[in-house]
């Protein structure tokens, strides 16, 4: 036998072997069922469990609380801009932006202007080779550049000034304003026909670019001459002719709690007046 096996060996003590225990042979029973606690449901008072996330069944039903929505900054700045043009006089060399054609007659004007986006660079090359290609074999043909919008607030003012262009597209919602606030008197006064249209991103679309605040006609095809004089008279008739918005203030419009307090007011200034005269009557 082993020292290292013996409980009386004389460096350990007696308890620091133990045996490990019996497995019991006696089949294991089952334990008890537990009682069903399944509740019996009631026909008259079914549950409706609630939704207690956001939007879910602690929301009002049919009231809207977007009102109670911390917007984004920028939510925030642009609808406090819009009350304050509202609440505020706006003098008319700002107040004409608001004024924007219709739909209907934006429809024709953008569907003409679709005729003429200005090429893509690889366009650009293409035509450019062709043209090399006639020069190189003799012909002197001059370069045959399409008609094409043009874009850019430098490049569009010097158009305008040498009277080069046909029609000239202003966006409505340009920001700042005074980008483009002189366009419309310069137009005016080199009397070339222009248009107050939404939005500075349709603009963009024409152009490839993300927005434009102003495009620019210096021509069109022989087919396209009648539509552009239809919209060069409505130009000239809604916005370079037209005295009264040249003159329109706008703005001055109160909230709906002024309004109601300068309603009621006015009641009862009229009440009182008509209190005077009767008295004045007897």
């Known amino acids: ?47 409706r469990p609630r939704s207690f996330n956001v939007g879910g069944a602690i929301r009002p039903a049919g009231r809207d609380l977007s009102r109670f929505v911390r917007w984004p900054k920028y939510v925030r700045i642009q609808r406090q801009r819009a009350v304050l043009y509202q609440r505020l006089k706006v003098p008319p060399a700002i107040n004409q932006f608001t004024k924007a054609i219709g739909k209907n007659e934006a429809a024709g004007v953008f569907k003409l202007l679709n005729n003429y986006r200005p090429e893509t660079t690889a366009a650009k090359k293409q035509r450019q080779r062709g043209d090399a290609a006639a020069a190189a074999k003799g012909k002197g043909k001059t370069a045959n550049v399409p008609y094409q919008l043009k874009f850019g607030l430098k490049h ?14 202003i966006a409505c919602d340009v920001d700042p304003i005074e980008l483009v606030l002189w ?38 095809n ?39 307090k300068l309603d009621k ?13 009767a008295s004045l009557k007897r």
Do not use: Y
């Not at 158009?159 to 262009?165: C, D, S, T």
């Not at 919209?231 to 009264?244: P, R, S």
């Not at 007011?265 to 005269?277: F, G, H, I, L, W």
């Open 1 to 47: 036998q082993s020292p290292f096996l013996s409980s009386s060996h004389p460096s350990l003590p007696p308890s620091s072997f133990t045996m490990a225990p019996k497995k019991s042979t006696k089949p294991k029973g089952k334990a008890p069922a537990k009682a069903s606690t399944a509740s019996k449901v009631d026909p008259l008072f079914p549950s």
């Open 156 to 169: 569009v003012t010097t158009l305008v000034e040498e009277k080069k262009a046909s029609i000239v597209l």
């Open 183 to 220: 366009l419309p008197a310069l137009c005016r006064k080199m009397e070339v026909p222009f248009l107050i249209v939404k939005d500075k991103a349709r603009l963009g679309t024409l152009v490839h670019q993300k927005t434009a605040a102003v495009v620019a006609l210096t021509g069109v």
């Open 222 to 260: 022989k087919e396209d001459e009648a539509k552009l004089k239809i919209f060069q008279e409505l130009g000239l008739e809604k916005f370079n002719k037209n005295a009264e918005l040249m003159r329109k203030w706008g703005g001055g419009i109160m909230g709906l709690k002024t309004q109601a």
């Open 265 to 277: 007011r006015a009641k009862a200034v009229a009440a009182e007046d008509a209190k005077k005269a």
